[in-house]
Nanobody, 127 residues
Framework: QVQLVESGGGLVQAGGSLRLSCAAS????????MGWFRQTPGKEREFVAA????????LYADSVKGRFTISRDYAKKSVFLQMDTLQPEDTAVYYC????????????????????WGQGTQVTVSS
């Protein structure tokens, strides 16, 4: 089972940027499709971005499209989320997730599709 550890969260003013990292503790990182989700207290976990096993396909939630970029580095066994032009409504705990994928081009957008999750990292955007 893959284990994930997020980092890079923090406090930033509206319009600023943060880069989140997710390190995978597995030698088979390349077999997993990856995703980023976020959650605030009392709300369901919300899809943010996803990337396929091969890295060939990505998908973003409408609320972050054009501002966030998901990427992966196979040598570092990590997934990244570059967040630009942050807004107060982006404030949440951000989670990295992984799921085994047979297809190299398939991405997953439902939380229930993922089998492994990180502990989360807090992102706070002030107005």
């Amino acid at each position: 089972q893959v284990q994930l550890v997020e980092s890079g969260g923090g406090l930033v003013q509206a319009g600023g940027s943060l880069r989140l990292s997710c390190a995978a503790s597995t030698v088979t990182f390349s077999v997993y499709a990856m995703g980023w989700f976020r959650q605030t207290p009392g709300k369901e976990r919300e899809f943010v971005a996803a990337i396929s096993k091969s890295g060939s396909n990505t998908l973003y939630a409408d609320s972050v499209k054009g501002r966030f970029t998901i990427s992966r580095d196979y040598a570092k066994k990590s997934v990244f989320l570059q967040m630009d032009t942050l807004q107060p409504e982006d404030t949440a705990v951000y989670y990295c997730a992984a799921t085994y994928s047979v297809s190299g081009s398939t991405y997953y957008i439902r939380a229930s599709d993922y089998r492994a999750w990180g502990q989360g990292t807090q992102v706070t955007v002030s107005s």
